[in-house]
């Protein structure tokens, strides 16, 4: 794989010749970033207005009429499956008094506005205006619902509120090739949750961009994945790294080696506390391999062909991509955690004013049987700030809001950073770019 820095990224760092990592980050990174109301505006008027951004999956509106309310800062956008191969986006907003008209998913014939009951069809054209005799004349055209740009990369449907922006090809540019490779058209969406927290969307984005924090944050974690050795690319505003599975924690396997029953237990605990399927744990409980022999040794000259077998093409990924983590960050605000078996994507998007407060979204794939028919996405589930969204999330989420709390005392001087941390100094160095710094 070729390590690239995209013509559109002018200040992203370069990984070094020979390196598996680029350098150790030298720019100040600083707390106002993260705690002012000021930046957090910026961003807005120059970052997520100009941005393709992933709004909802074409499977979550599968039938005509079928829309999708995506909310992001103060623009409302309604995502609407206007005929059997046609999604269209327009301005949650009536073009008579302003109200906005959904607040919420969901499926009607055609789009009217509870107030006054200005109406248009499915494809944003205005189709009734009550008692419109008493009105001045008017232009239909001009009263049509606003659009908004909308493209697709398989079942994502992504928005953009920039008319002038490039397609959205090339924002996703080489990440592209990746995310083929593990078929994200043969799958679906099995868990879907949405959760606040108090910490700025960054902060969100940074601990999902680095695995310096599971030897201590997740500690179960060093048992089954090696958080040393990974390697970092950059692919235009995007970024990747890969977290070797089935094997040790270098750092921590030099003070205690797990046996294998112990890497087995917390590989285990660590599936199971995203809902994932065990079996392949339970399985691998029935040997008894050599001592010094890791679970990677074991597994992987067994899942190629079991999931050939059980119907799925596997012939475009390597013995490594059967079982490592393919992490990819899809700027400026989704995580993907890319698996042989399925992926889990986390969608963070800012509160329009409070810059310590950020919505969650978590949704899980899985990948179904080449002949097998999709089944129907899990429906959308709202928890509480606070409340469990899976144990090793909740690590996470429980963190990150003491960061935010640090950041404002007023005596955090800014980010001191490692090379494993290179990705969220490229992440800022992407954001500077569209604030014209």
């Known amino acids: 794989m070729t390590t690239t820095e995209g013509p559109t990224t002018p200040t992203a760092r370069s990984q070094r010749p020979g390196e598996r990592r680029p350098p150790a980050p030298t720019r100040t990174i600083g707390a106002e970033r993260y705690t002012s109301p000021e930046f957090l505006r910026r961003e807005f008027e120059h970052v997520w207005s100009k941005v393709w951004q992933l709004a909802c999956l074409g499977s979550d509106i599968p039938e005509v009429g079928d829309h999708h309310l995506y909310e992001i800062g103060r623009a409302s956008i ?4 206007s005929a059997p191969d046609t999604i269209q986006a327009f301005h949650n907003v009536c073009l008579h008094r302003g109200r906005k008209i959904k607040t919420s998913c969901g499926n009607s014939a055609e789009l009217r506005c509870p107030y006054h009951s200005f109406t248009w069809a499915l494809d ?9 005799e008493t ?9 049509g619902l606003l659009p908004v740009r909308c493209e697709t990369f398989h079942d994502w449907v992504f928005v953009c509120l920039d008319a002038d922006a490039a397609p959205l090809s090339e924002h996703l540019g080489p990440v592209t090739d990746i995310l083929e490779k593990y078929r994200f058209d043969r799958q679906y969406k099995w868990w879907s949750r949405t959760t606040s927290n108090n910490a700025n969307w960054k902060n969100g984005m940074d601990a999902f961009q680095e695995s310096y924090h599971a030897r201590y944050l997740h500690p179960e974690s060093v048992a089954f994945a090696n958080n040393v050795d990974y390697p970092i690319w950059f692919y235009g505003d995007h970024s990747s790294y890969v977290i070797p599975f089935g094997i040790a924690d270098e750092v921590a396997a030099a003070q205690i080696t797990p046996n294998w029953d112990e890497a087995l237990d917390a590989m285990e605990w660590s599936l199971d506390a995203f809902g994932e399927d065990t079996s392949m744990v339970a399985a691998l409980r029935g040997l008894n391999p050599p001592e010094g022999t890791s679970i990677r040794d ?3 000259p067994g899942i190629r062909p079991a999931m050939t077998g059980a119907g799925f093409d596997v012939s475009a990924l390597s013995d490594d991509e059967l079982i490592d983590d393919r992490h ?8 993907l955690n890319i698996f042989a078996f399925g992926y889990w994507l986390f969608r963070v998007r800012p509160h329009p004013d409070d810059p310590d407060w950020t919505t969650w979204d978590l949704w899980y794939f899985h990948r179904v049987p080449d002949a097998m028919e999709l089944p129907p996405n899990a429906p959308n589930v709202e928890v509480p700030a606070g409340e469990s969204v899976g144990a090793v999330m909740d690590q996470d989420l429980r963190n990150i809001p003491h960061q935010q709390a640090g950041m404002k005392t007023g005596v955090f001087p800014g980010f001191v950073m490692s090379d494993y941390e290179a990705r969220i100094a490229h992440m800022h160095d992407v954001i500077d770019r569209y604030l014209g710094e």
């Open 328 to 335: 990819i960050v899809l700027f400026p605000n989704v995580v």
């Open 78 to 81: 309604l995502v609407v499956r």
């Open 124 to 132: 944003g054209t205005l189709k009734e205006i009550p008692e419109r």
């Open 298 to 300: 074991v597994a992987i």
């Open 135 to 143: 009105f001045n004349p008017l232009d239909d055209a001009r009263l």
